[in-house]
DNA sequence: GCAAAAGTGTTGACTTTACACCCATGC
DNA sequence: GCATGGGTGTAAAGTCAACACTTTTGC
């Protein structure tokens, strides 16, 4: 189809987030960025993404893109704005719709990694093509608010895990640490984790309760 | 300038809300809609806005709209979501970017009412054409859960108001009732309001003090 | 037994809610 | 004086944060 007068073009981009050990074992936030091959920002990084295909829906778009970078699928995948600053693009202007979205860290999907893909750390990224660090700082400070009321910290870990792990994602995320009993009855207060009876072995410890998310819950 | 493949074109909408004197004197949410007068959905109501222009910034598209609307300047402009949904439009793809804004009820810009533009209650819409219906739910649903947590009431008022015009935006708004010593003390405590030291005369009791909010707040 | 992490109990600080009560004005 | 809403006081209930303590495992 072709249209005169269009007032702009289309973008779908997507800011992934992941948990990874980095390596001293610690877990540490990380965003996948992609070279741009083509002017404008030749060889410059930024954030996945490309124009809205004619039949495909939004978060679609945001989806399939994730699909392509990461070789994952989504765990938690949600709409964070719209740029259309006219001037935030030189040459043709582009109106971006930007997404956020979790992805596991145990999937080793970042083995995807090659000369046009790699993953930063989200809080210390190259300088990017267009406003996108700005767009990473914003998607970094909806994902630390976002996570002191709702319950998304799931969509980093697997199926089922257990509370310190679960509360290692929010240590990690909220650059705090949380005290641990507090923690748990916090959690089973808000009825989103079920215990699925189920210990991990092998601990040199006391073996933890694994709990799987409620999908159920509020 | 002319884009082939375009993937879809981009209007911007506005959800404007107000709220307005009914005919038994309690204040209503309202919402101005525009009649449709080409296919589309022609004759039916819909939210005010249009296509975006080449050059202009997206909040500049929706203020504008709003302008043209209601005459009135907003007090409080957000950006609400961006609809993109395929199949949201017959014919060609629209992509859809909505704010929501507050206007201040006392300044009549309501009889700006003219055959193309009626205001609505709020919850009480009549059946719109696209998704619209839909998107007003929505605005409606920011609307509730950002006035419980931010500081945005003020937007319905004039410059100065008193404590129970500001209270009555809330009840009104949340749609129940709240303790008015509560509520001063709250207010107080946020820092949100600043008293003016004049007061309101002639009222048929003691005569209440006129605030006006506190830009350098928080 | 000892170390380490799981999991429980308890207390004080703070916040929210309900409601009683006094104050200042018009009539 | 009396009605009305403005404005203040206060105590009970609930929430939150800190931290001591008990439990269960591997070595």
Redesign the pocket.
């Known amino acids: 189809m072709t249209t005169d007068n269009v007032s702009a073009s289309i973008a779908v981009s997507t800011v992934i987030f992941t948990l990874t050990p980095s390596a001293d074992g610690v877990l540490e936030l990380c965003i996948p960025l992609v070279r741009r091959i083509r002017e404008p920002y030749a060889g410059m990084w930024a954030l996945p993404g490309g124009p809205l295909s004619p039949s495909e829906d939004l978060a679609a778009s945001a989806s399939r893109t994730l699909r392509e970078t990461t070789g994952l699928e989504p765990r938690y995948l949600e709409q964070l704005y719209a740029f259309g600053d006219p001037e935030r693009s030189p040459g043709e202007r582009v109106v971006s719709i930007v997404y956020w979205a979790l992805v596991g860290g145990d999937e080793a999907g970042q083995a995807l990694t090659s000369e046009n893909v790699a993953w930063f750390a989200a809080d210390d990224v190259p300088p990017l093509a267009f406003d996108h660090n700005a767009i990473v700082e914003y998607a970094l400070w909806r994902l630390r608010t976002k996570l002191e009321y709702s319950r998304i910290a799931h969509g980093f870990l697997g199926p089922t895990f257990?509370?310190?792990?679960l509360?290692e994602v929010y240590e990690v995320i909220l650059q705090k640490p949380i005290?641990?009993?507090?923690f748990?009855?916090?959690l089973?207060?808000s009825r989103a984790i079920v215990?699925t009876g189920e210990?991990?072995?092998?601990?040199?410890?006391?073996?933890?309760?694994l709990y799987r998310y409620n999908e159920e819950s509020a």
């Open positions: 257990t509370l310190a792990q509360r005290d641990p009993g507090n748990r009855r916090t089973e207060a215990p210990r991990v072995k092998g601990t040199r410890h006391r073996p933890p309760q």
